[in-house]
């Protein structure tokens, strides 16, 4: 390889990685929920950053970053999130968003080359508040009713009372300018084992799986649990764990090889021990990269509602929330991503879909889109245990530093 | 039947049940939780009411009313409760306690008779801030420190501070007078419904069951839900739903005509729609009135926990909430109850064990006890369309009030 090629400073991006860890740290993790205040404070952490490469910025009214650069020539965007799931893992976003930091201060310097990385942290990709606010908000997806409506999902405070107390109410919001980026690119941790399992430093990410989230909801008769007979019984919680099991049973009959669905939430009404539930309800969601798999199994998961209302006792219905479609990544930034991969890692990647959403599949709508991914140790995410080795960590900056410089060099 | 014997004022009983009724009224039900501000108006209309029948009393330190005759002879405790569970019926509790006062107003002014009925109402039958907490106070089963720790279930707030609102803080607690009564009788709606399918009028109560309470706790793994593949999962939420559907599906060999079993509540860890359960927990109970049975259960219970064990992938652990001895009801009461309907009622009565607890079981630790149901429309309970025909609740006051004739005429 020549000489001259940038690459990554490796320990300068681990100490960058650590500082935001130190913000709002948790065990080996973080709590950094969307505008609370080790979120904020990792927000101006970067503001103050940026100029290191030759970018300025500041934070926008809906808690977005943008760094911009003055170099003429082709501009690409890159980056990630800096707000975390509750008590999560360190690197769930600030991997992506010092990655694209350090291919900034090694690209935007270097004479020899055409063009700049331009930085963007994305407020609430981890959903506190709503679902990508930040990045929907650049593409133009936002309203200031959208924002109005929304609360935190934990603590129940709106969005308008958090953006005052964070100083950016009434702050304009910064939207895309047409034709300025050639386009978006983003790492991430994998937050599965595959890379890991398979001795694999970067993943080239194929595609983000759409997110289909139903709400299932059984109605039965609350009635005493003392003195009603088994027999006269109407349990909607009985009716809802039968249609689980249900679907553990029949799903893997009609699912692709990389669907997979979750029950994440239960709940019976009244919940109390000495009471029959009247009512039950679950959310359930399903995830694939393929829309026909979906519209497989949503056929199936609405021939077995029937089928549970067809036999009784309870009265049960599917209600449709959320429906995603799948983002395909640019193909010829994932051959960028490969080529250097071959150039940084050995060539020890695979091309793989993700089943993660990011942020990476709402730029996808405006402009040409590509992630990377690195292995998470034991494929464990949201929760403070997750890690990724440090010769991992350097290894994808390298990736990702040189992508970058191949994707401007066109 | 003789011209002279007493019986019950219908209208009256009715005007009082509704009075009561429009003290926290909720649609056609009422919301007056232990200690609320229309439990304690229910507790001092009763207090003005007791000298209608000879009785004086006041409200002790732990909301027990205890309402006494200056009369010779033998002595006959009868009563309930006043308050309801959150927006529920009108009758659960005050039916007793009108009867209850309804026979003192009979009988304590009947020159011809000896003896007198003396009335209770026991505070907190519906445990919203422990288990019995105002009849165990007067049999001598509850501490000070027992007061201390209790805490209402739906508010949190201390029993100790609920005490004070009501001004009972420091006042004592009214305790049984060894030997003052014959025994206690109370009455209440079935809240199940076998008097109606069957065209009766009353039941008369054998037994009260025990009831066995468990924590089933499943420990999985959190994880994410787009990336984890479906067979590296080890999701908490299905195994409880597979645990709940093999109860329903085995409890019925091993069980008796009579045995109850309830999941009233599930709870998900930590209940995110994007993430895997790493943890769910169930509360169940069994009702019976034959330990034996409960024996069964307990073991099958224990064996299907070993077996979830060792299939895997989660594990099942099962901790033991609450056992409940049943509590034998008094055969010659019963026997007064029966010649009662007999007269009253045509006859139209059954023998038949009570699936809920009352208590009644706890006044039968240190006294001959017994009880008797009336009719619930639809079997319907602990819900605010709870109801009786008027019809039965006349023909129950006359039977109540002739069974306490009986009992104390011996």
Known sequence: MPDNRPIANGERVLADLNALRAIGAYKT????????EPHRNSLAWLVEKLPEAGLTGTIDGIGNILGTSARTGPKLLAGSHLESQNYAGWLDGPLGVIYALEAARVINSDASLRGAVEVAAWCDEEGHF???????????????????????????QSMREALRDAGLAGRARIEAEPGRHIGYLEAHIEQGDALETSGLAI?????????WQYRINFV??????????????KDAGLALAK????????????????????????????GAPSIIPGGAEMLFQIRDD?????????????????????SG?????????????????????????????????????????????????????????AMLFVPSIGGISHHWTENTADADIVTGAQVFVDACRRILAG
Not at 130 to 156: M, N, P, W
């Open 29 to 36: 993790g973080v709590h950094k929920p969307t505008l609370s």
């Open 130 to 156: 709503g679902h990508f606010l930040g990045s929907r908000s650049y593409v133009g997806g936002v309203s200031e009713a959208d924002i109005d409506a929304a609360r935190d999902r934990t603590s129940g």
């Open 203 to 211: 993943g080239v990410v194929t595609s983000i799986v759409g997110i």
């Open 220 to 233: 039965g008769e609350q009635n005493h649990a003392g003195t009603t007979r088994m027999a006269s019984r």
């Open 243 to 270: 249609f689980c099991v249900a679907i553990d049973a029949r799903f893997p009959a009609v699912a692709g090889p990389r669907t997979v669905w979750t029950t994440g939430r239960i709940t019976l009404d009244p």
């Open 290 to 310: 393929d829309p026909a798999v979906i519209a497989r199994l949503e056929d199936l998961l609405r021939t077995m509602i029937d089928e549970a209302n067809a």
């Open 313 to 369: 006792p309870c009265q049960a219905a599917l209600e449709r929330l959320r429906t995603g479609v799948p983002a395909k990544m640019h193909p010829p930034f994932q051959e960028a991503i490969e080529a250097a991969s071959k150039a940084f890692a050995s060539g020890r990647s695979v091309h793989m879909p993700s089943g993660a959403g990011h942020d990476a599949q709402v730029l996808a709508t405006i402009m040409p889109a």
